[in-house]
């Protein structure tokens, strides 16, 4: 558990703090009046959380100007919410007078990890997928030069892909595998392809549908896959079938804290 709070008299306030406060207190702020507290939450607390949601993976550091720009907030504000953001630690004034994500943001993130059940996450994805689908779904992860079959849900078919969780496979063969290769290093050189398909590579007449899973820091965690006879991969339910993989792929990125821009055609390679 995280604690941040002090015992007895809260810190003093350094200079970057006394400078923030001295600048908000004397500008109108036509918003001050709404920033308090509704039955759906605390309005100052969601516009302190927006400020933070601000900061991107490629920001070095932000001016006042930017954050205003993303947030749609006045600078007085911002201002005024920076305040207690700088003195628990979340976000940090630069000397040059622009700002950064704090040091309570790593531990923040690191609790997360630590807590962090995969299981718990995947499993109910690769659920939802096999009942949109009908095919079985899987859940890959890269070991060296081979690819582990960490999660497994298998379809109602008789007929289908039979893998099973614990099982190593090669990672050149398959859609699962080439995802893992395709997004191992510089995202300026990831494919196009957003949903890889094939059929018939690592198991006669099987296909397969994968795409990546990314983590923080743009690193690919894994690729989430759906697999069976290649007859039921036909041209009519192929477009359902990719649009499913993908919204699951987005959907895990997003639960293990990585960015679903690319997957959402937001960002380019």
């Known amino acids: 558990m995280v604690r941040l709070a002090w015992r007895g008299r809260p810190p003093r306030m350094g200079a970057a703090e006394t400078s923030l406060?001295?600048?908000?207190?004397?500008?109108?702020?036509?918003?001050?009046?709404?920033?308090?507290?509704?039955?759906?939450?605390?309005?100052?607390v969601e516009r302190a959380l927006t400020i933070m949601n601000a900061?991107?993976?490629?920001?070095?550091?932000?001016?006042?100007?930017?954050?205003?720009?993303?947030?749609g907030f006045y600078k007085s504000?911002?201002?005024?919410?920076l305040v207690s953001l700088?003195?628990?630690g979340c976000v940090q004034q630069l000397p040059d007078a622009t700002y950064k994500l704090g040091h309570a943001v790593m531990t923040w993130g690191t609790v997360y990890r630590q807590s962090l059940r995969l299981e718990d996450h995947v499993v109910p994805v690769l659920n939802r997928l096999v009942e949109l689908t009908g095919e079985g779904a899987s859940y890959f992860r890269r070991e060296g030069d081979v690819r582990l079959c960490l999660f497994r849900v298998d379809p109602r078919h008789s007929v289908r892909d039979h893998i099973?969780?614990?099982?190593?496979?090669?990672?050149?063969?398959?859609?699962?595998?080439?995802v893992l290769v395709e997004f191992d290093g510089d995202p300026a050189h990831w494919p196009s392809t957003r949903v890889f398909f094939s059929v018939g590579e690592r198991e006669?007449?099987?296909?397969?549908?994968?795409?990546?899973?990314?983590?923080?820091?743009?690193?690919?965690?894994?690729?989430?896959?759906?697999?069976?006879?290649?007859s039921?991969?036909?041209?009519?339910?192929?477009?359902?079938?990719?649009?499913?993989?993908?919204?699951?792929?987005?959907?895990?990125?997003?639960?293990?804290?990585?960015?679903?821009?690319?997957?959402?055609?937001?960002?380019?390679?």
């Open 21 to 44: 406060r001295a600048a908000a207190a004397g500008v109108p702020d036509p918003t001050s009046q709404n920033m308090t507290d509704n039955k759906d939450g605390v309005a100052a």
């Open 55 to 71: 900061f991107r993976i490629d920001d070095q550091a932000l001016t006042l100007h930017e954050i205003a720009n993303r947030t």
């Open 77 to 81: 504000t911002i201002l005024r919410l």
């Open 86 to 88: 700088i003195r628990f």
């Open 164 to 178: 099973y969780a614990g099982q190593v496979l090669p990672l050149t063969q398959g859609a699962a595998g080439r």
């Open 204 to 230: 006669p007449d099987i296909a397969a549908l994968a795409a990546p899973v990314f983590g923080p820091g743009d690193k690919v965690v894994g690729s989430i896959a759906i697999s069976g006879p290649s």
């Open 232 to 269: 039921r991969f036909a041209e009519t339910v192929l477009p359902s079938h990719t649009a499913a993989v993908r919204e699951a792929a987005i959907n895990l990125t997003q639960q293990l804290g990585g960015s679903s821009d690319w997957l959402l055609g937001m960002r380019k390679s």
